[in-house]
């Protein structure tokens, strides 16, 4: 009897993600969306291409114009900003104010400074082997400064 009850333990156990596991993908969401981050703020092409899929794409609403772009063009407006804000001294601001996961699919909500604007971004990520990776960027600009 006992060695039945171990046998269902170790079926059902074994279905059930552990929570190690989520806090493991939450941690390597958090390191893509610094990766992400400091793409921006070091004016680096190669970190965008590592912190977003290479079909992704990223969309919002300046304060005069809808914007849509595919990593290549984010890459290379983030690239254009000579010298980086890093360089400039501009302060770091990254808040993570969410992550959600589903799956191999996570939702995050971050607010950055970026070019003199705060943006409120929400991350479509998609886990792709043991990596996490930026499918999609919706942003929205909160305030100009």
């Known amino acids: 009897m006992k060695k ?4 269902l333990f170790l079926a059902i156990s ?7 596991d989520g806090q493991e993908d939450r941690s390597s969401i958090e390191n893509t969306i610094r990766i992400y981050f400091d ?13 977003f ?3 992704a794409k990223i969309v919002g609403v300046n ?10 063009e984010f890459g290379d407006l983030v690239a254009s ?6 360089e400039q001294g501009v302060p770091e601001r990254l ?11 996570a939702v995050a909500r971050v607010r ?23 499918y999609n960027k919706l942003f929205h600009v909160e305030n100009e400064h």
Do not use: C
Not at 96 to 104: R, V
């Open 39 to 51: 793409s921006m703020h070091e004016s680096s092409r190669a970190k965008v291409d590592l912190a």
């Open 63 to 72: 304060p005069d114009s809808f914007r849509e772009m595919s990593r290549e």
């Open 81 to 86: 900003l000579q010298p980086s804000p890093k």
């Open 14 to 20: 074994a279905g059930i993600p552990s929570q190690v």
């Open 53 to 55: 899929h290479p079909n």
């Open 4 to 7: 039945l009850y171990l046998l």
């Open 112 to 134: 950055d400074d970026y070019r003199g604007l705060t943006f409120l971004d929400s991350l479509s990520l998609i886990k792709t082997g043991d990596r996490w990776v930026i």
């Open 95 to 105: 808040e993570i104010l969410s992550i959600e996961i589903a799956g191999m699919t």
